[in-house]
């Protein structure tokens, strides 16, 4: 199996990916077949929206929209304090005596 160099355009890889994934084939072996590391169709699919237009454009295929990143939230009851992380509002102290 041979792998595509890093940093180079992934359009022909991208291509054969699909062409295998349109003929039915898992992720696994149309990235096998088109000889590509999934975790580069992967990141390609984060990077590149055309790609991912397309991925998601096959017939049968599932694949989750893109998510945007999100910050976790922190339940009520805690706060960030810079420089000693989260901290539960009853351990924190307000300077008084």
């Known amino acids: 199996m041979t792998y595509t160099s890093p940093g180079r355009a ?3 890889a991208c291509a ?10 898992s992720v696994r072996a149309a990235a096998d ?20 237009a397309a991925w998601r454009a096959v017939p049968g295929r599932r694949v989750p929209p893109a998510r945007p ?6 339940p009520a009851e ?3 304090i810079p420089g000693q992380g989260r ?3 009853s351990t924190v102290r307000t300077g008084g005596p």
């Not at 077949?33 to 991912?52: D, H, I, N």
């Not at 990143?69 to 922190?74: E, G, H, I, K, S």
């Open 10 to 12: 992934p359009n022909r």
């Open 33 to 52: 077949a088109a000889g590509v590391p999934r975790s580069s169709l992967y990141k390609w699919r984060q990077t590149l929206p055309e790609f991912a």
């Open 87 to 89: 901290r539960h509002i």
């Open 16 to 25: 054969r990916f699909l062409k295998h994934l349109r003929q039915g084939r």
């Open 69 to 74: 990143p999100r910050a976790p939230a922190l």
């Open 78 to 80: 805690w706060i960030e």
